[in-house]
């Protein structure tokens, strides 16, 4: 378990304030925010390479804040991998048994082991610049992992790579983490990130932790406008897609949703409340999706209001103040939501 | 209406401006090539064999790679700490200790000399190393002393540049894997500053062997003695041996070109300016 008690450091241009947080043992923990947040400094703070002006950070219950970094038992991998260039694939997976009493026989059993889990095996006598940018991160993951590690540090280990290479990666980090149940903190700006791989995450800004909950209890109950605007999207559901003839059909609890993106089985369904169309009765266009429904609850967040409406599942539509007037919308009105094909976000 | 622009077959004239800077540029190159062979072609073959192999230049040649070679290492084993405290660290006072350093870069050689001299050779200090038997003055480690006190910024520099080209966080990896501060610096940093150590290394050592002023200064110009390739080539030039003369230039174009060679290789995106 790792617990960080009223964390605080200024450096600049980045900085925490009073930053309090536990992760549970064995945790997938996702950290989720804007450029300049903090996130990278608290993960170098767990880490050890700065110390804190003020607070405390304790794994397991014991106080790590002034430990030196290779005392603390916590693996570090960064966006850049940071691979040592002047030694091949299996030199850098080995590196941290150098200043162990590993025998060699030991250590080769564990390279191999590690190697094989990443599916590395064939690149150990490589040397990394030789690497696309997938393998690097499986050797950067890799060389934390021998370590055997009580937390795993992980500071946007996917962003560098293209959206294949980043959704195989992705399940692969899920699928070790169910192998070594090491704890894990997962920095990252991407919200699907957070989503399919966080069983809790905790979104920052300003060096401050504004909500911390599982990611789809943050997602559905926002505890701020900073949060609603920074995830965005009003509208997730979780459903079963199938693809006919370019046209994906996802049910989502009894309702048919068309979607452009091509997927199948179980899938995440996103629509953006701006992208749904508001008409008291039902409209004749090119948009595939038609639903009706009461409205619930009418939200005021500024400019925009987010009206919820009953269609079978909760939907959150944004709307204007003024055509919240025109339209003369209130609680219990039946309205029709229209929204396009292509607005409907499969993940 | 469009105006149709003729195709036209002659070759696109040579701006006079890129003409003129391009003569500039290979008049330049003339002056050097020629001052090179003017010394390499002033001697026959056989007479500049005999002088090579004369016990006097022998000597200078051996003198010349010893002290070198011995400053040399003196410049990396105290520069590279110090270079990597300045690339890496921030501390008061940084900036006034990265001007002092660079010091002996602007100082003429001949005032370096006459420093080291009233150091070594007149304070309380100089005195304490002489009774303790390390006497620089007018000695061979004299040579070393001087070379080492005039080179210190190139290797300095280029150490400098080389660490500060190299992320932090390849030490931060290294030390979550069970490694110390120096631990990191020596499997990581290091063999990761390898172009920059070569290249630094060979520009000091070549610096090393040419190195005339501040070790006439503290050294002297004594014959078999303290008589390096250029000391060699000023006493022979003074008293007109002119093919032992032309026999150390010889030698000394040949390590310039040879060293500029490997330093052209390695330095790669260090800068030493």
Redesign the interface.
């Known amino acids: 378990m790792i617990k960080i008690e009223n964390l605080s450091k200024d450096l600049g241009e980045f900085f925490l304030k009073d930053v309090s947080i536990e992760i549970n043992e064995s945790e997938y923990f996702m950290l989720l925010g804007p450029t300049g947040a903090g996130k990278t400094i608290l993960l ?1 703070i767990i ?3 700065y110390r804190p002006d003020k607070g405390r950070v304790f794994i397991n219950g014991r106080d790590i804040t002034f430990l ?3 005392e ?1 038992n ?3 991998v ?1 966006q ?1 991998y ?1 691979l ?3 030694l091949t694939v299996e030199g850098n997976i080995r ?2 048994l ?3 009493k590993a025998s060699e026989k030991d250590i080769k059993t564990k390279v191999n082991e590690l190697a094989n889990m990443l599916g590395i095996s064939h690149l150990q006598h490589r040397y990394p610049g030789t690497l696309s940018g997938g393998e690097q991160q499986r050797v950067a993951i890799a ?2 992992l021998i ?1 055997e ?1 009580e937390v795993l540090l992980l500071d946007e280990p996917l962003s560098a790579l293209d959206s294949e290479t980043k959704s195989r990666l992705r399940e692969e980090m899920r699928r070790i983490h169910s192998i070594t149940r090491t704890t894990v903190v997962h920095v990252t700006h991407s919200f699907d990130e957070a989503f399919l791989l966080g069983s809790q995450m905790a979104v920052m800004n300003q060096g401050e932790i504004i909500q911390v909950g599982e990611p789809s209890e943050v997602f559905r109950k926002p505890n701020s406008k900073f949060v609603a605007n920074f995830l965005g999207v009003g509208n997730l559901f979780r459903g079963r897609a199938v693809s006919e003839n370019g046209i994906t059909y996802v049910d989502v609890d009894g309702i048919s949703i068309i979607s452009s993106t091509p997927k199948h089985g179980q899938v995440y369904v996103s629509i953006r409340p701006e992208d749904i169309l508001v008409s008291l009765k039902p409209i004749e266009s090119s948009a595939r999706n038609v639903f009706q429904g009461k409205i619930q609850d009418i939200v005021d967040t500024g400019s925009v209001l987010r009206i919820k409406v009953d269609v079978g599942v909760p939907f959150i539509v944004a709307i204007t103040k003024r055509s919240l007037d025109d339209l003369y919308l209130k609680e219990g009105v039946s309205i029709n939501l229209t929204f396009k094909a292509t607005a409907v976000h499969l993940f | 209406m469009n105006r149709v622009i003729p195709p036209t077959t002659k070759r696109q004239k040579t701006s006079k401006f890129k003409a003129t800077t391009l003569c500039f540029g290979i008049v330049l190159t003339i002056f050097i090539v020629s001052l090179l062979i003017c010394v390499i072609a002033h001697t026959t073959p056989q007479a500049l064999l005999a002088s090579v192999l004369s016990s006097e230049i022998q000597f200078a040649i051996r003198l010349s790679l010893v002290t070198s070679i011995a400053s040399t290492v003196l410049c990396i084993v105290l520069a590279v700490p110090a270079a990597y405290a300045l690339a890496r660290y921030n501390f008061r006072g940084k900036n006034l200790l990265n001007t002092i350093l660079d010091v002996p870069l602007a100082l003429p050689p001949l005032v370096a000399g006459v420093g080291l001299l009233i150091l070594f050779g007149t304070t309380s200090f100089g005195n304490a190393l002489s009774e303790a038997g390390i006497d620089f003055v007018f000695t061979p480690q004299g040579i070393i002393v001087a070379q080492f006190f005039v080179n210190l910024p190139f290797m300095f520099r280029i150490m400098r540049s080389t660490f500060q080209g190299i ?1 932090p ?2 030490e ?9 501060e120096a ?1 990191a610096f020596w ?2 940093t290091l ?2 500053a ?1 172009n920059g150590l070569v290249a630094g290394s060979v520009i000091t050592w070549a610096r090393g062997i040419g190195e005339f002023g501040a070790a006439l200064m503290l050294a002297g110009a004594t014959r078999l003695k303290t008589e390096t390739l250029p000391i060699s080539l000023y006493l022979n030039m003074s008293i007109g041996e002119l093919n032992l003369a032309i026999a150390t230039a010889t030698i000394l174009i040949a390590i310039s070109l040879v060293s500029l060679f490997f330093f052209e290789r390695y330095s790669g995106s260090s800068h030493v300016f």
């Open positions: 170098e880490a050890g390479v030196p970094l290779r603390r916590v693996g570090m960064y850049d940071m040592f260039p002047h590196f941290g150098r200043s162990t060389r934390a370590m590690p | 992320n966080r390849y931060y990896v290294a030390q979550t894997l069970g490694n110390t631990q499997r990581v063999p990761m390898r």
